[in-house]
């Protein structure tokens, strides 16, 4: 444990066990200096407490990098809830409404928002004991209503930093691009890149998805890594990019939503190696957090929001560039603009 405190670098790790159904909840705090630590709420089974804090530490990291990297003043923060069995309806309301009141007693160390395993729906609960330190729920409740939408236009104004920095076009016409994950923000993506004349391929751990898009071709979990395409964008879970999926891929680019896709930071340098332009995800990614957080704690019209998200593009620009300046890989790069601007605030 202390080794896996000691080899972060973020401010605190707050945890707690919840008896009546066994889940611990951990709230990572990366960084408050740049604005109250903000960002999702993961709900999931983890196969041990130490796999979970470690998620919440790398995952409010990346919280810290997006929202710095967007100029925006929110500092990262994450929470991770740990399941350790499968919840009754009633039981998981009772979780998210002591959650909550945890949220509130926090009075404003830590906002939240959904994330992989909660909703909108999920919020509306969370803010009935944690308000107002709770993002993103439902318009009948207040809210802005859910972060795919925003996510799913920020990757896609990655793809087109991609397209201009590898094809010589922002247009996404004809190229192949395989999604992976067809979930809140996959969903979104796949109309924006629909309406520009893509060629769209589909991939999900669940086969049903094929169902409801009958008109792309859908790739099983299996060939995910091996079949060609022009942009691989993995809009699922995070770690997928390592060394046993890199060898296969046969893609230019790298341009998803997941969080933390990269196995180890070494994997960004396998990436180049192979020839593939790696969009790093905490620069893709913000589009949910921004525009949720600057519709509802800052005013922001939805047309502000999302024109404040397509900077994604920009940002991506600028990290192509100054990785091909210096020889260093997209991830390092994007990693040092964070660090110099963080640099520049404190
Ligand atoms: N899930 C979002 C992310 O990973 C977090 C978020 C959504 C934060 C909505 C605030 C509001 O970036």
Redesign the pocket.
């Known amino acids: 444990m202390k080794e896996i405190l000691t080899a972060w670098d973020g401010e605190a790790v707050l945890i707690r066990h919840d008896a009546q159904t066994g889940a611990v909840i951990i709230i990572g705090i990366h960084s408050s200096k740049f604005g109250p630590a903000?960002?999702?709420t993961?709900l999931m089974k983890y196969n041990t407490v130490e796999d979970a804090i470690q998620d919440a530490q790398k995952?409010s990291s990346?919280?810290t990098y997006?929202f710095a990297l967007a100029d925006f003043p929110r500092g990262g923060g994450?929470a991770v809830i740990a399941l350790s069995r499968v919840l009754l309806p009633e039981e998981r309301h009772g979780l998210l409404m002591r959650y909550g009141s945890w949220i509130r007693q926090l009075n404003g160390y830590y906002?939240?928002?959904?994330?992989?395993g909660t909703t909108p729906e999920d919020m509306d609960v969370i803010a009935t004991t944690g308000d107002p330190y709770v993002?993103?729920r439902t318009p009948a409740n207040g809210g802005a209503g859910g972060?795919g939408e925003a996510?799913g236009y920020g990757t896609y104004c990655g793809m087109k930093a991609v397209g201009a920095h590898l094809f010589g076009t922002r247009t996404l016409a004809g190229k192949k691009i395989l999604v992976q994950g067809i979930g809140s923000v996959g969903r979104p993506l796949l109309g924006y890149l629909k309406s520009e004349g893509a060629e769209i391929l589909i991939s999900d751990v669940d086969e049903r998805v094929a169902n409801d898009y009958p008109e792309y071709v859908f790739v099983t979990p299996a060939r995910v890594y091996q079949t060609p395409c022009d942009i691989f964008s993995p809009c699922a879970l995070g770690g997928i990019l390592n060394a046993d999926t890199i060898p296969q891929l046969r893609c230019k680019a790298v341009v998803g939503a997941a969080?933390n896709q990269l196995g180890t930071e070494a994997d960004a340098d396998f990436l180049a190696r192979q020839n593939i332009l790696y969009a790093p995800d905490f620069a893709c990614?913000?589009?949910?957090?921004l525009?949720?957080?600057g519709m509802?704690a800052m005013g922001w019209s939805k047309q502000v929001a999302f024109e404040q998200v397509s900077r994604v593009e920009q940002t991506l620009t600028t990290i192509f560039t100054l990785a091909d300046e210096q020889r260093i890989n997209t991830h390092v790069a994007a990693r040092n603009l964070v660090r110099e601007k963080l640099n520049r605030i404190q």
């Open positions: 903000t960002g999702g993961r995952l990346g919280m997006k994450k906002y939240t928002g959904p994330d992989v993002f993103s972060s996510t969080n990614n913000i589009g949910g957090a525009a949720i957080t509802e």
